[in-house]
């Protein structure tokens, strides 16, 4: 029972349908599967009831469609020029998803996807295989221009490389880790000064203000890590148009 | 005669309005983006930096390993590579701390 209460509790992951495997892989449908359900199951039904008036004057939840469309779509177009339009549908639905499964996170007896390390590392992996491979088909060999800038002495280029290099890969890493520890380490203070209030007593009232204070911090931290998640992820698909920079 | 006279009245007038109109779009759309732009975006970049920072360092010391474990040099390509990622991170995050000021 003790462990029910731990901060981390929150994080553990448990099948909901029993085991179900194909050959040696463990596929089971988990709670953070059905979180992830739930999040495009939302997105789809907001969009399409959002979006199915088309009125001039907009009410409350298309003006709210059409914010996030809008916004998104001056990311591409000022990250990624006249290649933005053929990745904004890539884009707004990365935005779209992880900005939902911030927000349904902060709901008390829900679960947090994006704070799983594997979740937003599988994501953040994909896009940069992606962008690789992209830089690779559109620039051939030139996209190695990317680890030598030009003007640079080729004399520094034995120490410059190796530094571009890690560089280059520790970008699905940074990604991963800033969004996944964010939304953790806000959970497990919220959680940790939960327990506070309970032990407390009267005085509980204190940690109470400050959970709420918390609560709109996370919030705000929940939209910037799916913005700057999008925003990262249009400049790293920029580097593959235009490698030299 | 009296007609056009009215006409051209409404017209001055309509364009007057359309005109402060315009301002207050403007100056509205001004405020919202400085204000948009000091408060969420500064944050956003340190959460960028620091991230870049830590990474970097992770990514360095993860090939040393590999390269160690591969060739059995245990510590030499270690330490080469966690320095590479101090530095690396370190360029990395002034780069992009260069790159917001523009």
Redesign the interface.
């Known amino acids: 029972m003790a462990e029910k209460h731990s901060p981390l509790d929150q994080f553990s992951i448990h099948r909901i349908f029993g085991e179900i495997k194909i050959g040696e892989l463990d596929v089971s449908f988990t709670n953070s599967s059905l979180m992830m359900v739930i999040v495009l199951v939302l997105l789809n039904v907001f969009l399409i009831i959002a979006t199915r008036k088309k009125s001039i004057i907009p009410d409350k939840l298309q003006s709210l469609a059409e914010m996030s469309y809008e916004m998104i779509l001056n990311t591409t177009k000022d990250n990624l020029g006249k290649n933005g339009a053929k990745f904004f549908p890539f884009v707004y639905s990365l935005f779209m998803f992880i900005l939902l499964c911030n927000l349904l996170g902060l709901i008390p007896y829900s679960f947090t996807v994006t704070s799983h390390i594997i979740v937003t590392f599988s994501i953040a992996f994909s896009i940069f295989l992606f962008a690789t491979i992209l830089g690779f088909i559109l620039n051939g060999r030139n996209f190695l221009r990317l680890f030598l800038p030009k003007g640079v002495p080729i004399y520094l280029a034995p120490l410059l490389v190796p530094i571009e290099i890690v560089s280059y890969i520790s970008r699905p890493i940074s990604l991963a880790v800033r969004l996944a520890a964010n939304m953790m380490a806000g959970h497990t203070m919220i959680k940790v000064f939960a327990g506070f209030v309970v032990a407390l007593g009267i005085f509980g009232i204190a940690p109470l203000l400050f959970i709420v204070l918390l609560y709109i911090l996370e919030t705000v931290i929940a939209f910037l890590q799916a913005y700057v998640f999008t925003v990262l992820t249009c400049l790293y698909l920029n580097d593959s148009f235009n490698p030299s920079h | 005669m009296n007609n056009q006279k009215k006409i051209n009245e409404l017209n001055k007038s309509l364009g007057k309005l359309s005109k402060s109109l315009e301002d207050l779009k403007t100056n509205d759309k001004e405020e919202s983006e400085s204000v948009g732009k000091n408060n969420?975006k500064g944050?956003?970049h340190a959460?960028?930096i620091?991230?870049?920072l830590?990474?970097?360092v992770?990514?360095?010391a993860f090939?040393g390993w590999g390269l160690d474990y591969f060739f059995h040099t245990k510590p030499i390509f270690l330490i080469i590579?966690l320095i590479?990622?101090l530095?690396?991170?370190i360029?990395?995050s002034y780069k992009s701390a260069i790159n917001w000021q523009k």
């Open positions: 969420y944050f956003s959460f960028r620091v991230s870049e830590f990474a970097n992770v990514v360095g090939i590579f590479l990622g530095i690396s991170g360029y990395t």
